[in-house]
């Protein structure tokens, strides 16, 4: 009895301790990871400021950083929802395929049914596409991979039939006035991400919707015990990162004044570099969709520097692919020095 | 005196059945408010099935469920919820990645105009905390919780849905003697409130201290019902068994410890994760050395070094007499060391082999002759299997069953064969028998024993004082990441044992 006793009060004060020593070593390897993943996202991009003032010409001039936030914008609203499912432990590589259907149908649409009718269409199109994917992976179990990558094909189909492979020339100019009009002097497209990033940022941190995301993703048998509908949830994401793609086909058509079946090429890989860039893990459980947007810079900024000095666009394809490679090792550096924090603290 | 309420929760005649496997037959549980009832019974019993069952997350395949009277169907947890039934459930249940907050409110956020309200969920899980005795911060990843905090959050959770019933299962299983106090007053409390408890354990002693009544089920039958206070713990034993436990007499030879010999595995100064001291030991051919400590203790750090998953920071280690770099398991494998996880389901067990491919992964086929050292040879393999299953007593239908369609028991059982055909000369165990039945453990003292007599070298690391007094003729306490006691023959006792792991601690903290 008296030995219990000691058992019960001492293992209490034990508990308390390696309570507050494994409390410190959590906050040790939280900074340690905090550290890596600002630095991480920071690095390339004082580089690549510091080399585009001291190179280029003309890097700092208004209308080049107006450009490189334009740019920058449209991947940046792909990129919003592509956390989104990325948080989930999901994955979309159908976005590049479904901004040239939006943006086709949105030029199509614009010369014969009207200005809003045709940007409603294209964001309806991108919205169906989210649906049609979040239906294969939600209920006939697809993994996200295997099934985006099929739509992707089947989108690019669909995108350069309707086209007949051709471009399509879009006459009425207030479309094109869209994309190139200012508020307060900031180009609209940048204006429109900032937005869908308040919205989405309060929608993933903040909503009842945004946990349910982390939680399918952080560990789906736990979100299920709590009475999470994990295919609701799997399927409204999928939706969202359809509308960003349709808001971005849209505003490219708009921007571009004509459009083919072959736009965004590739387009699914600069995504997911600015996601995992941005700090969203690809192991789910947690987006960062301020990240995101902040990798988008970067990669615009190298992309224009890049232009700026005149070398070819094949060597934008290695950047991307450095980013990427740079990215994921980031992210699994990240994992590895938290684990090692918690270790040897 | 219970009949005359109406009973908050009846399930009749519930029959789940698996491919393979009837998990439960037709079985009856009737809960009422303002009642405890504990539910006992082997691993494999149904307690899990029946339980998952009324949460929703499972439907039998005949039989009904009626909550306050009124006959229910549930279809997910979602509906099992909104009938007022809460679950603790046994494993962890819970997001890594989101705070303790966003756990105990997943599901049933506290939400103004659809945003969540961060700082009264903040204090409601403070109050509910407060309510419970515990000391935990709202805001701290789950994934950075120790795994006792992690099942009082788990308990938190369920306690912050509206409920009228509530089921726990083994709510207690990770939690210290403190803890498990307040865990059991908080139980009563409940009860006390009115509200329909059922509580399953392992633990006959939680169930004596805290339930009215106890359903004992066995190879998913109810073959007992009784008042708690009209029964006693052989009677539930033998209830649960089926048969008289065979009583295991303490080992009182060394006979099989070959003194002379040569130490098979040997550590000098190595300096693990966690641990501050160095580790110094030595074990012989055919000794058990025993590992005792605290959760928390650095016990789990010391075997995960020896077996090369933790980096050592120094010392070295010797397997019989050559040292050995300890950078992977595939190292110590290659060595002749083995280990079997304290965490049988992640670690341990390949969940989608059959019981065959999982006793063969490790196994040495280089010693095999012909074909069969290249190859897989389905007839040599079943003769391996056939012979295992008789040494081990492993209880499965055949060798091509999912692995982890077994029992805990007969998952590690399965997981000895594992070692055994690695060919090992050095067994590091953790927690041999956690989460093993009753029956099932004393087999499994019996086959480390056995394993010993052979002449294989043993460290066993157990928060069971008992276990080791059984097994171990030599035992090495660590607190705090020091080895603070190392008794040897009659010295090892419980009470020497339990004194070591916490004497030195009630000194450490005043």
Request: aromatic content about 4%; glycine content about 10%; hydrophobic content about 45%.
């Amino acid at each position: 009895m008296i030995a219990n006793q000691i058992t019960a009060s001492s293992a209490d004060a034990l508990l308390k301790s390696s309570r507050q020593t494994q409390a410190a070593r959590e906050a040790k390897a939280a900074r340690q990871g905090t550290l890596v993943e600002r630095f991480g996202i920071l690095l390339p991009c004082v580089v690549v400021a510091a080399f585009g003032v001291i190179l280029v010409p003309n890097f700092l001039s208004a209308s080049n950083i107006a450009n490189i936030l334009v740019n920058a914008s449209l991947m940046a609203i792909i990129g919003f929802g592509m956390t989104l499912v990325i948080a989930l432990r999901g994955f979309d590589l159908s976005v590049g395929s479904t901004m040239a259907l939006t943006a086709c149908v949105t030029a199509m649409m614009v010369g014969t049914a009207g200005l809003w009718l045709g940007m409603a269409a294209g964001i309806v199109v991108g919205a169906a596409v989210g649906l049609f994917n979040g239906l294969i992976i939600a209920y006939i179990k697809v993994p996200a991979f295997v099934a985006t990558l099929g739509t992707m094909a089947i989108i690019r189909g669909v995108a350069l039939l309707i086209t007949g492979g051709g471009s399509i020339l879009i006459g009425d100019p207030s479309f094109g006035a869209i994309a190139l009009s200012r508020v307060f002097g900031i180009p609209s497209p940048v204006i429109i991400a900032l937005v869908l990033l308040a919205v989405l940022y309060l929608v993933l941190e903040r909503t009842p919707f945004g946990r349910h995301v982390c939680a399918v993703g952080g560990r789906p048998e736990a979100a299920i015990d709590s009475g999470i509908d994990v295919k609701q949830v799997t399927l409204k994401s999928f939706v969202i990162v359809g509308v960003c793609v349709g808001v971005a086909g849209v505003i490219t058509a708009s921007q571009l004044g004509f459009v083919d079946g072959t736009l965004g090429m590739g387009l699914e890989l600069q995504i997911i570099a600015i996601t995992v860039l941005g700090g969203t893990s690809l192991s789910g459980g947690s987006g960062n969709v301020v990240g995101t947007f902040i990798a988008a810079v970067l990669l615009a900024t190298i992309s224009s520097g890049l232009n700026l000095l005149n070398i070819p666009a094949f060597y934008q394809y290695l950047s991307v692919g450095f980013l990427l490679l740079f990215a994921l090792s980031l992210d699994s550096l990240r994992v590895r020095s938290q684990r090692r924090a918690l270790l040897w603290a | 005196m219970i009949e005359n309420s109406h009973p908050a929760l009846q399930a009749k005649a519930i029959t789940r059945i698996y491919p393979g496997v009837t998990a439960l037959n037709g079985v009856d549980m009737t809960l009422y408010p303002g009642h405890v009832t504990a539910l006992v019974g082997e691993n494999g019993a149904g307690k899990s099935t029946l339980i998952r069952i009324i949460g929703g997350l499972e439907s039998p395949n005949s039989g009904s469920l009626s909550i306050g009277g009124e006959q229910v169907s549930f279809s997910s947890a979602h509906d099992s919820q909104t009938a007022g039934i809460s679950v603790v459930s046994q494993e962890f249940r819970l997001v890594p990645q989101l705070s303790v907050a966003e756990n105990i409110f997943l599901g049933h956020e506290i939400t103004v105009g659809g945003i969540i309200n961060r700082r009264q969920s903040r204090k409601r899980a403070r109050d509910l905390f407060e309510e419970l005795g515990l000391d935990l911060d709202p805001d701290r990843r789950v994934g950075s919780l120790t795994v006792g905090d992690q099942q009082l959050v788990e308990i938190t959770r369920a306690l912050s849905r509206e409920f009228t019933v509530l089921i726990m299962d083994e709510p207690s299983a990770a939690l210290n003697g403190a803890e498990l106090d307040r865990l059991l007053d908080l139980v009563r409390r409940l009860r006390d409130r009115g509200k329909a408890i059922l509580y399953v354990s392992h633990r006959l002693d939680e169930v004596f201290a805290v339930s009215d009544a106890v359903t004992v089920f066995r190879d998913g039958e109810r073959v007992a019902h009784l008042d708690t206070a009209h029964t006693s713990e052989p009677e539930l034993v033998e209830l649960m068994l089926g048969r008289v436990l065979e009583e295991r007499m303490p080992q009182t030879g060394i006979t099989n410890t070959h003194f002379d010999a040569m130490p098979l595995l040997e550590a000098d100064d190595l300096a693990c994760v966690h641990v501050s001291d160095p580790i110094n030991l030595a074990i012989r051919p055919g000794e058990i050395l025993g590992l005792a400590g605290l959760v928390g203790s650095g016990r789990s750090e010391v075997m995960r070094t020896l077996f090369g998953v933790l980096p050592a920071r120094g010392g070295r280690v010797r397997v019989e007499g050559k040292e050995i770099r300890l950078d992977s398991p595939a190292k110590a494998i290659g060595a002749g060391m083995f280990m079997l996880s304290e965490d049988r389901k992640s670690d341990g067990i390949l969940p989608h082999l059959s019981v065959l491919e999982n006793l063969l992964i490790s196994e040495k086929r280089r010693e095999g002759t012909g074909r069969q050292s290249w190859v897989p040879v389905p007839k040599y393999e079943e003769g391996t299997y056939a012979r295992l299953r008789g040494e081990l007593r492993i209880r499965a239908e055949s060798g091509l069953q999912l692995i982890g369609n077994l029992s805990g028991g007969n998952q590690q059982k399965v997981l000895f064969g594992r070692a055994v055909l690695s060919g090992c000369r050095v067994l590091l165990l953790n927690e041999p028998t956690r989460g093993v039945d009753v029956g099932a453990k004393v087999e499994i003292y019996q086959l480390i024993e056995k394993l010993a007599a052979s002449g294989v070298a043993v460290l066993v690391s157990s928060s069971e004082a008992p276990e080791l007094v059984t097994l171990a003729r030599r035992c090495l306490v660590l607190y705090a990441g020091r080895i603070t006691a190392e008794l040897e023959g009659n010295e090892v006792t419980e009470a020497n044992i339990v004194a070591a792991c916490v004497a030195q601690s009630a000194k450490a903290v005043a």
